[in-house]
């Protein structure tokens, strides 16, 4: 699951103790949905170049707490925001989908 250059991270003291205080800060529920949440998903996603950075990997501003279901639709999510810009369409701030003109 964990890429490559992220393994030494998603195992070290700091993420785990990190991940357990925000999980419990938000009562163990998924932020979108209420349902018992599942992963800890980083809004900015980690890469090789800011991995080593913690106001991006430790900054709980940039940690959201999703379920399964909900962690999937953000994939899919990013998936379609993707496809849809390329077809002239964009996100606005709230999320919905407009034309770019
Ligand atoms: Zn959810």
Redesign the pocket.
Known sequence: MAKEFARGFYKSTAWIKCKQAYIKSVHGL?E????PGYIVHHKKHITPNNINDSSITLNWDNLEY??L??HNEEHKFNREKKSATRNGFKFNKKGELVKDE
Do not use: A, S, V, Y
């Open positions: 998924c979108r949905c209420e349902k999703l379920c279901d909900c």
